[in-house]
């Protein structure tokens, strides 16, 4: 469980190598490493791997952003452009807030190489906040 109520370990975060490098509540930062885990059969970063990441920025800002106790974030949509194939070293996702609404809110994630900062994929994801039926 990390400070904010979230659990990382055994999830597909931890599966994937991913770590928070910084997260507010309108920016979340995550790097990710690129080999075998993420890659495709060719060798290169699997497109759902981006999307991963990027899902993964936008709920936990979500989550930055509610009540853990009484509401849940859960992605609803994104889309994702792939501009750039990597085959090995990290990558990162920004995640700034575009929409912050009561029952959802709207990222713009890019992701980069960590290396030379060059643009991997650009997301939108929007997510839903949701009343949690469990209490």
Not at 41 to 49: K, Q, V
Not at 66 to 90: M, N, Q, Y
Request: aromatic letters at 4%; hydrophobic letters at 40%; charged letters at 25%.
């Amino acid at each position: 469980m990390d400070d904010h109520g979230m659990k990382l370990e055994g999830t597909m975060m931890e599966a994937l190598g991913m770590e928070f490098v910084e997260y507010r509540a309108d920016r979340v930062v995550v790097r990710m490493p690129v080999g075998p885990k993420v890659h495709q059969p060719f060798g290169l970063l699997h497109g759902g791997a981006s999307v991963a990441l990027a899902e993964t920025a936008a709920s936990f800002g979500t989550g930055l952003n509610v009540d853990l106790a009484t509401h849940s974030p859960v992605g609803s949509e994104i889309t994702a452009s792939h501009v750039r194939p990597v085959k090995d070293g990290f990558v990162v996702a920004t995640a700034t807030v575009l929409h912050k609404g009561r029952t959802s809110m709207v990222w713009q994630i890019r992701i980069e190489t960590e290396a030379d900062r060059k643009l991997v994929c650009v997301s939108q994801c929007r997510v839903s906040i949701v009343e949690r039926r469990d209490r």
